[in-house]
């Protein structure tokens, strides 16, 4: 079975801090995503990474940065953290090429005070 | 993503099956369906995808229309654990960035009772 596995189920932090959200996958999978999942919105894509130094902007990166220095980890960070950055923050994983699942891990419900 | 509709909630026994319907009418050639389900205070599960064969694997199995315009997800012997949300989606076979992110819809809300 895949396994995503994020650091933190739940997190509080105060504005302004710089805060690291962890993701670490055990299935040797290229590809890695970071979303958001708020009420009404749905899920968003922040980054996604598809090799290792590799990444690319999703829908909502502002605010954020991401770090993917092996291919097992993919972190995600908020540089100057906000209210508005309280959420639900979720990793996931799939295989490279086309037609592949993407797997997740049980999220990070992060509270910014 | 193709839009999907699917019934914002459904009920079913314990220990019977638990067929979710989803309509993907505008579906194009080259599109997948993908089914997907979120525990509260989960992150999503992935359960199956086809494209115009019916699949099956050891969670459920999607039966796909011939003109492919809708699918039934089916799960054989519900439980109370799979009580959760279950979205249905629809995703291009395309290697570009853009189409590698998911968008789920309000999906349809499963309970399951004893």
């Known amino acids: 079975d895949v396994k995503v596995t994020q650091s933190s189920r739940y997190l509080v932090k105060r504005t302004g801090e710089k805060v690291f959200l962890e993701c670490v996958q055990d299935?040797?999978?290229?590809?890695m995503f970071w979303y958001r999942q708020d009420p009404g919105l749905g899920l968003r894509l922040i980054y996604f990474s598809y090799d290792v130094k590799m990444k690319e902007k999703g829908d909502i990166p502002e605010g954020y940065s991401v770090s993917r220095e092996k291919k097992e980890r993919f972190s995600l960070i908020l540089e100057s953290a906000s209210t508005n950055q309280t959420s639900m923050y979720l990793c996931a994983s799939s295989l490279g090429g086309v037609n592949q699942p993407q797997h997740f891990g049980d999220g990070t419900r992060l509270s910014i005070l | 993503d193709a839009k999907t509709t699917q019934p914002t909630s459904m009920d079913c026994a314990e220990g019977r099956a638990a067929n979710l319907p989803c309509n993907h009418s505008t579906i194009s050639g080259n599109e997948y369906v993908y089914w997907y389900r979120q525990i509260h205070s989960q992150g999503p599960q992935y359960i199956i995808h086809?494209?115009?064969n019916n699949e099956t694997n050891e969670m459920a199995s999607l039966i796909i229309t011939e003109d492919r315009k809708s699918s039934t997800l089916i799960l054989p012997h519900a439980t109370l654990r799979d009580t959760a949300v279950y979205y249905c989606i629809v995703r291009p076979s395309s290697m570009n960035t853009g189409f590698q992110k998911l968008v789920f819809g309000t999906g349809t809300r499963l309970l399951v009772s004893p």
């Open positions: 086809g494209l115009k």
């Open positions: 299935m040797d999978h290229e590809n």
